[in-house]
């Protein structure tokens, strides 16, 4: 396949940036990140400066393959991370143009590469439980009703790449705090901190620079792991239960 990428190219967060052209003939079996390395291998051996993209696990598990594909998160392909879409749901001839996400609160370290770190930060301020849990405990011996664990395992799904937060026209990352607080606040061992996690998360939310969620949708069909818009109902709940505990 001969290919056009419009790629978004920055040296660092001060600089203006923009969009370069670049020409490639790559398998339709290829990743699109093994598209990228045979773009970054020809650059290299012409002593150009090689294009900064996130990658990992190349799995589709990590979601660090953080990339905007023709204006869609992570490309056309739905519940699929950039990392296992391949060259094939393209047409030879294509032009594709990659951007990196698209967020105030996720700053441009170079090219392709943003800092997610406002994720960590949202983690911090009440992703975890405090109950001391010693040893891995036996199967089963903390009831948790089937339809809650079903529940709380497909919230824990979430990957934290930022897609979500790419596709949202306000740049919130509400599906994101809402599957983290969800998960934990179906669990017994998440209730004991249930109400003070929900504020904090959202507090460290709001204090990153997110946008607030208008419920237009964009977040789950942008989602890999195709986490629900109703974990974003038990997050709005939760907060709700702990503003009347506070009053």
């Not at 012409?46 to 393959?65: K, L, M, Q, T, Y």
């Not at 009703?145 to 790419?166: H, R, S, T, W």
């Not at 599957?179 to 606040?185: I, N, R, Y």
Request: aromatic letters at 6%; one cysteine or more.
């Amino acid at each position: 396949m001969k290919l056009t990428l419009r790629i978004w190219r920055q040296r660092n967060s001060r600089d203006k940036g923009g969009m370069v052209d670049y020409g490639v003939e790559v398998s339709p079996d290829a990743s699109f990140l093994e598209m990228l390395d045979v773009l970054n291998e020809r650059l290299t051996g012409a002593g150009e400066e090689p294009i900064a993209f996130d990658h990992d696990c190349r799995e589709g598990i990590c979601g660090a393959c953080s990339l905007v594909i023709d204006g869609t998160p992570h490309g056309p392909e739905q519940a699929t991370t950039t990392c296992q879409l391949h060259m094939r749901k393209f047409a030879d001839g294509d032009t594709i143009t990659v951007e990196p996400w698209r967020a105030k609160a996720f700053p441009v370290i170079k090219d392709l590469m943003v800092d997610r770190s406002a994720f960590d930060r949202i983690i911090r301020a009440g992703g975890y439980i405090t109950a001391p849990t010693g040893a891995a405990p036996e199967a089963h011996s903390i009831p948790v009703p089937k339809p809650d664990a079903d529940l709380a395992f497909q919230a824990a799904e979430c990957i934290g790449c930022g897609a979500c937060v790419a596709a949202c026209p306000n740049g919130s990352a509400m599906l994101f705090t809402a599957a983290k607080v969800t998960h934990l606040g179906l669990l017994p061992q998440g209730q004991p901190e249930r109400h003070s996690r929900v504020v904090g998360m959202l507090d460290a939310h709001d204090d990153a620079g997110f946008g607030g969620c208008t419920n237009t949708g964009e977040c789950t069909l942008a989602c890999p792991k195709e986490i629900p818009q109703d974990v974003i109902g038990r997050l709005n709940k939760d907060f709700l239960r702990a503003a009347r505990r506070a009053r």
